[in-house]
């Protein structure tokens, strides 16, 4: 199986930061890598696929980049509403997997 | 507007059969692969499998042996099977639609979760 390991594993910042979260994969997967959001007691969004491309309706603070097997996603500007746990996950081998998480708290 | 609501009982024991349904409400039932995903506090978020609208299945091989997900006809619902529980497959099910096109593997769409606790 395909190893996803994020770091880091929870980070607190201020509403406005600008903050980084990144992923990499044990092997090449190309760009097919999504990146979702779990907001407390929900279920899981998506928001990024592709490696870069926004869902539609996702607002556009939130982006993401690759660098060979590292993964990079970004959020400019936090706010309040951002308080969550974001996933990598990806989706070119069987089975797919996911990261292990990024909980992601306001100061 | 489309929905997905999940139906099934959450409290098992050990050995017994997890039986799931997700029903879709709204949109087209052709047009997407249908998934079952779940997360657990040990294990964190896991793939299960897939079905399309033929009846054409993918699963996780840690889980193949036990696991059946299926549609049904004329497809508007579709299920999951999970046999010989443990308590590791103790988690939240999800049920979630999914864009499949080129290179896309899109998850645009989760049922709420049902929560599923296997004791003895």
């Known amino acids: 199986d395909i190893q996803m390991t994020q770091s880091p594993s929870s980070l607190s910042a201020s509403v406005g930061d600008r903050i980084t979260i990144t992923c990499q994969a044990s092997?090449?997967?190309?760009?097919?890598l999504n990146w979702l959001q779990q907001q407390p007691g929900k279920a899981p969004k998506l928001l990024i696929y592709?490696?870069?491309s926004l869902e539609p309706g996702v607002p556009s603070r939130f982006s993401a980049g690759r660098s060979g097997t590292d993964f990079t996603f970004t959020i400019d500007s936090l706010q309040p509403e951002d308080t969550a746990t974001y996933y990598c996950?990806?989706?070119?081998?069987?089975?797919?997997?996911f990261g292990g998480g990024t909980r992601v708290e306001i100061q | 507007q489309v929905n997905l609501y999940q139906k099934g009982a959450g409290l098992l024991k050990p050995s017994e059969t997890l039986s799931l349904t997700c029903i879709v409400y709204?949109?087209?039932?052709?047009?997407?692969?249908w998934s079952w995903i779940r997360q657990s506090p040990g294990k964190g978020l896991e793939w299960i499998g897939e079905?399309?609208?033929?009846?054409?299945?993918k699963y996780n091989p840690s889980l193949k042996s036990r696991v059946t997900i299926s549609v049904d006809t004329p497809g508007t619902r579709f299920s999951l099977s999970v046999t010989s529980l443990t308590v590791a497959d103790s988690a939240v099910y999800y049920c979630?639609?999914?864009?499949?096109?080129?290179?896309?593997?899109?998850?645009?769409?989760w049922g709420q979760g049902t929560p599923v606790t296997v004791t003895s």
């Open positions: 079905v399309n609208y033929e009846g054409l299945t």
């Open positions: 979630v639609r999914v864009v499949v096109a080129g290179t896309w593997w899109r998850p645009d769409l």
């Open positions: 996950q990806q989706h070119d081998t069987l089975p797919l997997t």
């Open positions: 592709d490696e870069s």
């Open positions: 709204g949109g087209s039932f052709r047009s997407y692969h």
């Open positions: 092997q090449d997967i190309g760009n097919k």
